[in-house]
């Protein structure tokens, strides 16, 4: 498949191949890669017939599950930072609790099936993936059930499926004739299908209510890291010399 097959528009790219792979080519190559509300986005405005619908899709959204919890990590660095030497478990990444933004108890939701349209415009998991537009859920369910009907005469999509086994991987939209479910368990090693973009920023979308520095350090700002942290803290004249050091001896190392 290439970009003119996916109906991508001019500067949206198309990286095919190994998850690993993938990431780190579209990294180095200056690309960001659409995350779900991207996608959701994309799917939004182009009819059932476009290629869109019908292929699946991979994210740098972070998801993990344990036998109590869900945890969620929107655009999350680790997935970003991968590349073909990244050690996996159980095709992913060793879960750290830290990077979660979202906690849930699996109790409070409804995972491992397929859902109601009603129960897909209230789930708080899509919302997330909708990077907390409702408005853009709404439409995005809309469609789908819409679709998915008409297509296929589906009465329940969009589930929601989270492997209990406390590893961290990547969403993966799938395809309308697969209900447009959303999975938390394929395997990084395993080829993927991203699309990059370039943009002025590493900018994400904001959960209404969450403070933005707490959903992403993507933000959407045209200074460097240096000076967004100079702007945001007095420093002595000191201190100001040896945070200058500490971020040149990090961008050398480019970690």
Do not use: C
């Not at 986005?41 to 059932?48: C, E, F, L, M, T």
């Not at 970003?80 to 939701?109: E, W």
């Not at 998915?148 to 989270?162: P, R």
């Not at 479910?181 to 920023?201: I, K």
């Amino acid at each position: 498949m290439n970009a003119l097959q996916l109906a991508l528009k001019p500067g949206q790219e198309l990286f095919e191949g190994e998850y690993r792979t993938k990431m780190a080519e579209l990294r180095q190559a200056g690309y960001t890669p659409w995350s779900t509300e991207d996608w959701m986005d994309a799917r939004n405005g182009v009819d059932s017939d476009n290629p869109l619908w019908n292929n699946y899709g991979d994210t740098d959204f972070g998801i993990a599950g344990s036998k109590q919890k869900i945890y969620l990590m929107p655009h999350s660095e680790r997935l970003r930072a991968v590349t073909p030497q990244t050690r996996l478990i159980k095709g992913g990444l060793s879960f750290t609790q830290d990077g979660a933004v979202s906690t849930y108890n699996r109790g409070d939701l409804i995972l491992g099936r397929d859902l109601t349209e009603e129960q897909a415009r209230t789930s708080p998991v899509w919302l997330d993936f909708a990077a907390g537009d409702q408005k853009q859920l709404d439409r995005y369910v809309e469609k789908t059930f819409r679709f998915g009907k008409d297509k296929f005469n589906y009465d329940t999509m969009m589930g929601i499926f989270v492997p209990e086994d406390e590893v961290e991987r990547a969403v993966l939209l799938y395809r309308l004739n697969y209900s447009s479910r959303a999975y938390g368990s394929y395997h990084l090693g395993n080829n993927t299908r991203f699309v990059g973009v370039r943009r002025g920023s590493e900018a994400t979308k904001v959960p209404a209510g969450r403070d933005a520095q707490t959903v992403s350090p993507y933000r959407k700002d045209p200074r460097s890291d240096l000076e967004i942290f100079l702007s945001e803290h007095s420093l002595s004249k000191n201190e100001l010399y040896k945070a200058v050091e500490l971020y040149k001896t990090v961008k050398e190392l480019k970690v």
